[in-house]
């Protein structure tokens, strides 16, 4: 058990999501000829440490750096009135995203409501070429017509499930588990610093 529920299975370890995250660095270069007009901008918290790990991945593929981004989408949230006290983070993005392909990095893709959020927030900050969308796990019921270009692994789930990404960044372990939700739970990713109490 850890703070967030129930474990019922780890979907994902830690060199499994490695080798996902080569493999989609090797895709997103092939879909794009290269990395000459790409930027990775990744949600906070956890899609900013992917998408940082795919800079990295890239940069060590093609010997290049590329322009890397952290967007806070608190405030673009559609139930953002629902939670009174929203954490608000900062976005990060150094660097014009006009023209650019910006690749789009998050931990799970559910509803497809973050990812409009996302879209909104981006669209507000400048004008890219293209937005295509890396998730590590996409988990299904979309709510919204929204699909990843780039995907490290589909796991099916029901509702009354959660899947969430705990990375060492932040949690001192990196793996994706599939959790029983528990009354009062809320389906979406782990506070930072969410130790399994096994861990």
Do not use: W
Not at 26 to 51: C, S, Y
Not at 177 to 189: A, H
């Amino acid at each position: 058990m850890t703070a967030t529920g129930n474990i019922k299975s780890i979907c994902m370890d830690a060199e499994e999501i490695e080798r996902s995250l080569t493999r989609m660095a090797h895709q997103i270069l092939e879909k794009n000829k290269g990395a000459t007009n790409i930027a990775l901008v990744g949600i906070v918290t956890r899609g900013d440490i992917l998408a940082k790990r795919l800079v990295d991945k890239i940069s060590e593929i093609e010997g290049v750096d590329v322009p890397f981004g952290r967007l806070d989408i608190s405030f673009y949230r559609d139930d953002y009135s629902l939670h009174y006290s929203p954490e608000v983070l900062s976005t990060e993005i150094n660097f014009s995203i006009d023209g650019k392909d910006i690749i789009l990095v998050d931990d799970i893709l559910y509803t497809g409501r973050t990812i409009r959020a996302a879209l909104d927030a981006l669209i507000d900050i400048g004008r890219p070429g293209t937005v295509q969308l890396a998730v590590l796990v996409d988990r299904g019921h979309r709510e919204l017509p929204i699909r990843a270009d780039y995907v490290g692994k589909n796991v099916p789930s029901s509702s009354s499930e959660n899947v969430r990404l705990f990375l060492d960044e932040v949690d001192g372990f990196t793996e994706v588990q599939i959790l029983d939700l528990e009354n009062g739970d809320r389906i979406g990713s782990a506070p930072l610093g969410s130790h399994g109490d096994d861990k």
